[in-house]
């Protein structure tokens, strides 16, 4: 599958042996199942090597601070930023402000209060909706916060061609004004998602028809980062085509609190507000905007890597004939597991935990998350386990065969 | 090299660079007492964050978060903590929790900080309306609250639950006077929720463990930020089932933070360090600048219990005048934006020392003796004037 790219971005699909894209769920229990992780009300088994390193797959939120970043907290300046007095904190929204081509930024606890601030200012009064992925975050992992925060409907749009949406099928979905309905106000795009890459030409197409018709643009992009550096697209590119952004500092950036948003000043004022409002008004903030600034420099150039070892590990694991649920563009691998009868609960999560490895999802899904402090060791040793699990599972398929067929003879 | 480009600035911030204790220094900060949220971390507070977990406290997985989160709790006599970003969001959650469907009511006194300065928070995150009652006495009082709350199930909006302060602009809610509201809250099956951000001034001030006041109430807000002295973050406490309920509504509200270990250590080494003593001592300090202050003719529009100084010029001396001079002469920052010129708000916490206290009084001395006046006979103006924010005191 390839796709056609702006002139200004390089191509992204690196060719892979063998690739299957099996969806024939509805894409929304897709994404579910990829993402149960152990969180609080599951039981998780305790890992069964505290010497060996930790490798948590389970997402790039997992990223840790590290003795450096504490000493950088520690330069920063400390003075209350809810009376906006912070220096640290206004240089860090300075600085992904003019990435992005933004006039301002506001830096907040979380990419679920940055995409649901943005999308609350433009939306100012109901009735007004949403339109989006169907498997956005802002839709499925923000708790309902576009309805409770903005009072707003939701349009979820099912792309057709599995990755992304396009100019006409949101334009398909849009809603007009009308007696009946809650008319579209905001569109809303993620890139990535689901570790896919969103293509400039399409955000372009879409800003086009936005602006056409009134509407306001919004991009959750948490993982922007990871989409510039495989698409070599320059975040200020991306800028153009949003009125807001969210880019997410706590994931493969690695910053241990924060996301930003960011938008015209008079916009960023109003969600200085809001976000009073949401109980994000933090005071000595400085720290963990130094920290997330450092994280954004040191950082950032070494998603190109990450995203090699994706690829690798992708490349490995299809080797071993596991199909591939979306293409591998950054630093995630969907994996599904069906066609060689392994179930991620039952037969890998409890072998990858026996080597102190953290995996997440369900029935036969999984997505497979790195990040700069995942090595190629690590990768290789996640590799070993399912090639172990596999030559068991194939064992134990075989050694059942020859029992039904001695049965029957 | 420092010292040159702080001389110039005029409204100063203090560097991080420079401990406060260095005497050379001194004179180039200003000293800021319009609030305890300015309390800055120090260096110990990064070095002990790196000793902290490291785990994602979406999945409240976090081992020094869930710590600092059941210490709080035990302190309070709770079961369990919710560590937030900030009091907004914990009085928010707390009060949120125990709203299930409207129509209904949430009863506060007028001042408090839940009706005024958190946005119209009750409104928004429950649809709650809010019966603001300006108290007969010092505090809420079971007499107030069975005179407003609302009990009309046709055109009413029925009170399910009832806010307190304490402390409430820097004074103590009597422990007798909790109590009869719990008993009587417990009778009317209203939930109580008690914002206390600085709960901890009023347990220091009364020696009255801080349990005894927090298990009276089903929900109970405590701030780390703000006289304890943590860069940031607030709890929640109240029963397992109710906090849990409270992390999916904080998740809701954006609160969902990853890596907050460092935080919560931070947090704990001010519960060990800066708690135990440095917050008697305060207290101590907000007395005697207050006699001090009082020997000179002003009064205070609310009784100097904790660390807090309502302070009315009541005419002697122009306040904006009195600020400028405490800027230029003590390097101490006070609001006085209050447009009847007389009554500012002044919070002292552990990192303002004797020697400021010493300097405001010996500049306020001087500035009454030289440029004093007759006090003024009409009575104050509403204290709302002397909140940081009121009137967007930004420079």
Not at chain 1, 10 to 29: E, G
Not at chain 1, 204 to 229: F, K, P, S, T
Not at chain 2, 150 to 168: F, K
Not at chain 2, 187 to 207: C, F, I, P
Request: glycine share 6%; net charge neutral.
């Amino acid at each position: 599958m390839i796709m056609s790219m702006a002139i200004k971005s390089k191509p992204i699909l690196v060719k892979q042996a063998v690739c299957r894209y099996l969806s024939t769920s509805p894409v929304q229990r897709l994404y579910i199942q990829n993402n149960l992780h152990n969180d609080q009300t599951h039981t998780s088994q305790p890992a069964m090597d505290p010497n060996a390193k930790l490798y948590d797959f389970r997402s790039d939120t997992v990223t840790a601070p590290t003795d450096e970043m504490f000493e950088v907290m520690k330069k920063a300046t400390r003075n209350d930023s809810v009376f906006e007095e912070d220096d640290s904190v206004h240089e860090l929204e300075r600085h992904v402000a003019d990435l992005t081509g933004h006039e301002a930024g506001l830096f907040c606890a979380s990419g679920t209060m940055t995409n649901q601030l943005g999308l609350r200012v433009h939306l100012t009064q109901p009735p007004h909706s949403v339109v989006c992925d169907a498997r956005s975050h802002v839709h499925l992992w923000e708790a309902g916060g576009i309805a409770f925060h903005s009072r707003a409907s939701v349009s979820p749009v099912i792309p057709r061609n599995g990755v992304h949406v396009t100019a006409t099928e949101i334009e398909g979905n849009l809603i007009e004004p009308d007696l009946h309905t809650a008319p579209t106000r905001v569109v809303s795009l993620e890139n990535t998602l689901s570790g896919m890459v969103m293509p400039l030409q399409d955000m372009q197409e879409i800003a086009a028809l936005a602006r056409d018709r009134g509407l306001a643009m919004h991009l959750d992009g948490a993982r922007l980062w990871n989409a510039h550096v495989a698409s070599g697209v320059p975040l200020h590119e991306y800028g153009k085509c949003f009125d807001s952004m969210s880019l997410c500092l706590s994931k493969g950036v690695g910053a241990p609190i924060g996301s930003m948003l960011v938008g015209n000043r008079k916009f960023i004022d109003r969600a200085r507000h809001f976000r009073k409002l949401f109980g994000g008004g933090w005071r000595q903030a400085g720290s963990i905007a130094a920290a997330a600034k450092y994280c954004i420099d040191t950082v950032v150039p070494t998603m190109d890597a990450t995203h090699a070892l994706t690829r690798y590990l992708a490349d490995q694991l299809v080797s071993l004939d596991i199909d591939l649920q979306n293409p591998v563009h950054t630093n995630m691998v969907l994996i599904d597991t069906a066609r060689v009868g392994l179930n991620i609960q039952k037969d890998v999560a409890p072998a990858l935990l026996r080597k102190n490895i953290k995996i997440g999802g369900m029935g036969s899904k999984s997505r497979i998350v790195l990040h700069h402090q995942i090595d190629k060791e690590g990768v290789d040793l996640l590799l070993s386990v399912f090639r172990e699990v596999l030559a068991q599972h194939n064992t134990r398929k075989f050694q059942q065969e020859q029992e039904l067929a001695s049965a029957e003879a | 090299m420092f010292a040159t480009t702080l001389k110039h600035t005029c409204r100063l911030q203090r560097s991080s660079f420079v401990s406060l204790a260095t005497p050379s220094f001194k004179r180039y900060f200003t000293y800021d007492i319009t609030s305890d949220t300015t309390t800055q971390p120090t260096d110990v507070m990064f070095d002990r964050m790196k000793t902290a977990s490291k785990e994602d406290d979406v999945f409240g997985m976090d081992a020094s978060t869930n710590q600092l989160e059941n210490r709080v709790a035990q302190l309070l006599g709770h079961e369990a903590g919710l560590f937030c970003a900030s009091g907004g969001m914990t009085n928010q959650l707390g009060i949120r929790v125990s709203l299930h469907q409207p129509p209904h009511s949430v009863l506060v006194d007028a001042r408090s900080h839940v009706h005024l300065y958190e946005c119209g928070g009750i409104a928004y995150h429950a649809q709650a309306s809010v019966t603001a009652v300006t108290p007969k006495g010092q505090h809420l009082s079971v007499e107030d609250i069975k005179q407003h709350a609302i009990r009309d199930e046709l055109c009413g909006a029925m009170t399910r639950v009832v806010s307190v302060e304490n402390t409430l602009n820097g004074t103590i809610m009597p422990l007798p006077q909790l109590e009869a509201i719990r008993e009587y809250s417990l009778n009317q099956r209203y939930k109580l929720h008690m914002d206390g951000a600085r709960l901890w001034e009023a347990s220091v001030a009364t020696g009255i463990p801080l349990a005894d006041y927090s298990r009276l109430c089903d929900t109970v807000s405590v701030c780390l930020s703000k006289g304890v002295g943590a860069p940031i973050g607030s709890v929640l406490v109240s029963d397992k089932e109710t906090i849990r309920r409270a992390r999916h509504l904080r998740k809701l509200m954006g609160g969902g933070w990853r890596q907050s270990g460092g935080l919560a250590a931070a947090a704990e080494y001010c519960l060990d360090h800066v708690l135990p003593s440095r917050m008697k001592d305060t207290q101590a300090r907000t007395l005697r600048l207050w006699q001090g202050l009082q020997r000179l003719g002003m009064q205070s529009a609310l009784p100097v219990e904790t660390n807090m100084i309502f302070i009315d010029t009541c005419g002697r001396v122009s306040l904006r005048a009195w600020a400028q001079q405490l800027l230029d002469q003590a390097h101490v920052r006070i609001d006085a934006s209050d447009p009847d010129d007389r009554i500012a708000r002044l919070v002292l916490h552990y990192q303002i020392p004797d020697h400021v206290v010493d300097n405001i009084l010996d500049v306020t001395t001087t500035f009454v003796r030289d440029h004093g006046k007759e006090p003024s006979t009409f009575s104050p103006s509403n204290l709302q004037n002397a909140y940081p924010s009121a009137n967007n005191n930004k420079s």
